[in-house]
């Protein structure tokens, strides 16, 4: 479908297969790839799981574009997703990456109305943005952004961390002082699992403490570059975990 990009542009599909035990190489080998503005198709396969943001790390080294626009395993794109996106970085200067509006879809196909992830909010310099980004105000998944190639060379993926990489992604540009181009436009469809393969790796995450440690790891990775009011915030999500941890370990011990 040479719509999605109007003939504007080209573009490569890299896959990182994170060493699953389901049957996704079979299904990547056996798709037909028709449309002739993928420049080309890069299938990497990890010897062992490495988690996600060590993935997309590998991924984007592999890459040749000018521009990066993450996908997650469980997340769908609109049919315009990266011509929006790329028209909004093609015609805008002092910004390196811009972000859209993101759908939410439950298991039966059905969209949630007004449970759309990206909040409607324009801060403005980088101490308003992290600040809402902390508090809750503004969530921004990866699978709705588009960055220049050059980003990458601020390490905005944390390799030790196996959880919260959308939530890190965004603290690590906010620090750095990258504030998104916003568009209106709907890029992006999170499918949101009540059961399954999301919802059991989070639940695991809180389970076994990665989430506590990721946040712990993350957290000393930016401290210095936070201010007082920012540090408690993130302060607040550990607490917030760990709490949460608690809460579910004497739920499983009840039942």
């Known amino acids: 479908d040479r719509q999605i990009t ?3 542009f080209t573009f490569e599909v890299i896959i990182v297969e994170d060493n699953s035990n389901d049957k996704s190489v079979e299904l990547i080998q056996k798709f037909e790839w028709e449309n ?4 080309r198709i890069h ?4 010897d062992k799981n490495l988690g ?6 590998m991924g984007y080294r592999e890459s040749v574009g000018r521009y990066i626009a993450p996908l997650d395993a469980d997340d769908l794109l609109t049919r315009f997703s990266l011509l929006f996106r790329f028209r909004a970085l093609e015609e805008t200067s ?6 859209g509006q993101q759908l939410v879809m439950q298991d039966n196909g059905k969209f949630v109305a007004g449970k759309e992830f990206n909040k409607r909010s324009t801060p403005h310099n980088k101490m308003d943005f992290l600040t809402q980004h902390l508090n809750g105000q503004l969530y921004i998944p990866a699978s709705s952004t588009m960055l220049r190639k050059e980003l990458l060379s601020k390490n905005l993926w944390i390799n030790e961390m196996t959880s919260s990489q959308d939530f890190a992604l965004i603290v690590m540009l906010g620090v750095a002082g ?3 181009k916003y568009i209106d436009d709907y890029v992006a ?22 989430k ?12 210095d570059g936070l201010t007082k009011e920012q540090r408690i915030l993130f302060e607040n999500w550990i607490k917030k975990w760990e709490e949460t941890r608690t809460e579910y370990l004497a739920s499983q011990v009840t039942n």
Do not use: C
Not at 43 to 46: D, E, G, R, S, V
Not at 191 to 204: A, F
């Open 6 to 8: 109007n003939g504007s």
């Open 36 to 39: 002739s503005d993928i420049r």
């Open 43 to 46: 299938f990497l396969k990890n």
């Open 52 to 57: 996600v943001s060590a993935s997309y790390t």
């Open 94 to 99: 002092g910004k390196n990456w811009v972000t």
């Open 178 to 180: 990258e504030i998104p």
């Open 189 to 210: 469809i999170y499918r949101y699992h009540m059961e399954g393969s999301t919802s059991s790796l989070y639940q695991n995450s809180i389970r076994d403490g990665r």
């Open 212 to 223: 506590i440690r990721d946040f712990q790891v993350l957290y000393s990775r930016v401290r």
